[in-house]
């Protein structure tokens, strides 16, 4: 029954992440509306966690021996994007022209951080140690 779950989870979370990405480009480049930075950061972020949920499924060596530091660093990317997002909500609404910059870098620096734990924690997993449990 886990497994099962765990599977339908994942597919929500591809068809999301695609969905989201491909409704920002199409919002972007088709009619103009700049909505890309609100829906391509949550399709990144689901995106990078479906691979992380495949890695460990699939028990690979390298996604087993990192797993607590790569679920730290996707909390660590989530926050970030959380920020970004939420900085540029008030730049889509109609009567503000600009965002809140000083916001969007903070959540980017965040969200960067995030990913620069996510690749040196994949990076330093040493597959043949042996994990305590």
Known sequence: ???????????????????????????QNVIGIDWSTILVVPGIITMTAYFTSKGFTRQR?????????LLTAIWIMAVGGVVVVLSEIPAVLPPSNSANITLKAVG?????????WFIFSLMRANPNKPIAC
């Open 1 to 27: 029954m886990l497994h099962l779950d765990l599977a339908l989870l994942q597919r929500v979370a591809w068809i999301a992440a695609i969905t989201l990405v491909t409704v920002a480009v199409f919002l």
């Open 61 to 69: 060596p390298k996604y087993v021996a990192a797993k607590a530091r």
């Open 108 to 116: 980017s620096i965040v969200m960067i951080g995030g990913i620069t």
